[in-house]
């Protein structure tokens, strides 16, 4: 008589998932319950093996270019900040930058970088208008207005005008699912062809990206000091970064063995490079929300300002992910049909 296969407890399996990135959790559950013999020792090996899976998941999937972005506009918008004259010192900004890192990569690792169903991105739109009001009524109590004045009314009004951001933002995001849902509709749509044919007309699509994506951003590089105020910095990531493209465009599609190893690298380095550029396009609208509202909000005592820039600040980190989402999917449904097509 064959005894029944021990089993963790469900709550217990699925508290050690939730800690697990989510592409490896199949495989890490599996070979986790196939070791189990018992409560404790499922702990001990989940101990032992959840931190390592982690870590070496965070450490292969981090995108070192945009994490470095993103904590250097953490870092100007947080060095700008000054009340009554005063600023933050280093030691606060040097670790409330590491905190921001830490999280986004956090939100790397256990977000799902996937495109996201029509009721899950109105449900993001939710949360972020929820945010938003969360921030202007903490801002608005940084300093008390007084009845009548011009912050006073022009507070109320914001207050109003409030509920329609949710529109605004759900048209975006609508917009986006839309832009999205016909592309993978036309990759669909598109016979099942051989990975070179696949892979000459992905290295073509890339190369006409780059070459307008590069135009632009050099273009931008200029009007950028209006935006983000004067400082070179950010105007030699645009300029490098169209280099880059450039560059790109010199490599040649290669034949022979392994073209699918070859053709999935640059699928995950495309990838890769649409993150970085969702977030360097956003850079400049962020540096202006803190340069032109925060700041002087904070300098001066006015909340409406501080108001105005927490919320365009919020409103523009949602578009940026919401287009690298879309981006990711698409490239994601791009792999997926080269794991199923036929073999070269």
């Known amino acids: 008589m064959e005894t029944a296969a021990l ?14 990135p989510v ?17 404790w020792q499922y702990l001990r090996e989940a101990a032992c093996t959840v931190p390592r899976v982690a ?39 040097a670790l409330a930058t590491a905190a921001g890192i830490a999280a986004l990569i956090l939100i790397q690792m256990y977000g799902d970088a996937g495109r ?13 208008v929820g945010l938003v009001v969360l921030l202007c009524v903490w801002n608005f109590g940084l300093r ?3 009845i009548g004045g011009a912050d006073y009314l022009l507070e109320f009004g914001m207050l109003q005008s409030l509920p329609f951001v949710l529109p605004v933002l759900g ?29 000459r007309a992905f290295a073509a699509s890339a190369r006409r990206a780059n070459r307008i994506e590069s135009a632009a951003l ?45 053709y999935r690298r640059q699928l995950q380095a495309r990838r890769q490079l649409r993150h970085f550029l969702s977030w360097l396009w956003a850079a400049p609208f962020l540096m202006a929300a803190c340069r032109l509202l925060v700041w002087p909000g904070y300098e001066n005592g006015r909340a409406i300002l501080v108001a105005l820039g927490s919320s365009a600040i ?31």
């Not at 070192?64 to 606060?92: H, M, S, V, Y």
């Not at 980190?317 to 049909?337: M, P, T, V």
Request: hydrophobic letters at 45%; glycine letters at 8%; charged letters at 20%.
């Open 171 to 199: 048209l975006l995001r609508t917009g986006l699912l839309l832009q999205s849902d016909r592309q993978a509709e036309q990759l669909s749509a598109s016979s099942p062809s051989a990975p070179e044919d696949d892979y």
């Open 144 to 146: 008390y207005q007084r």
């Open 314 to 344: 919020v409103s523009i980190c949602f578009l940026a992910r919401a287009a690298d989402s879309e981006c990711a999917g698409l490239l994601r449904e791009r792999l997926a049909r080269l794991e199923a097509g036929p073999a070269a």
């Open 55 to 93: 870590a070496s998941h965070a450490w292969r999937n981090a995108n070192l270019p945009a994490l470095g972005l993103n904590g250097a506009l953490i870092w100007f918008c947080l060095g700008g900040l000054r009340a009554n004259g005063e600023g933050l010192d280093t030691a606060t900004i």
């Open 116 to 128: 996201p169903s029509g009721a899950r991105a109105i449900k993001g739109a939710i949360w972020t």
């Open 218 to 262: 050099i273009a931008a590089a200029w009007a950028i000091p209006a935006l983000a105020g004067p400082g070179p910095w950010l105007p030699a990531i645009f300029i490098v970064t169209a280099a880059y493209l450039l560059a790109q465009n010199l490599w040649r599609v290669e034949q022979g063995a392994g073209l699918r190893s070859r």
């Open 7 to 20: 089993a963790p407890p469900p709550l217990l399996e699925w508290a050690v998932e939730r800690l697990l």
């Open 23 to 39: 592409p490896v959790r199949e495989n890490v559950m599996g070979d986790l319950r196939e070791v189990y013999r018992g409560p």
